[in-house]
């Protein structure tokens, strides 16, 4: 178990499945911290956690229209700004 205290308040963190799990249980009592620590365990064992998978980050290609999109709202009064991003975006596209 690792149980720490950040100001008044307890935290737990550990790994599971390669991943960490790192949560509050918002209790200054370090003995309902571990008991909430223990059945998160269980119920990441069990599968009802609900965990959710993420989805892939979008690779430079996917989300160039998106920045070029969002750099031409943001910076159109800016023309030259716009310019230099869209060519520096070229060359990294290529």
Partial sequence: MSIYKRGDVY???????GERIR???QTSNRRAAEKI??????RL????????DRPPAPTLTEFAPRFEK???????????TVV???SKLGMLLQ
């Fill in 11 to 17: 935290w737990y963190e550990f790994h599971f499945n």
């Fill in 23 to 25: 949560e509050s249980p």
């Fill in 37 to 42: 620590e223990a059945a998160h365990r269980t």
């Fill in 45 to 52: 064992a069990k599968g009802e956690a609900g965990t959710v």
């Fill in 70 to 80: 969002a750099i031409q709202t943001l910076y159109a009064r800016k023309p030259a």
């Fill in 84 to 86: 230099f991003y869209e």
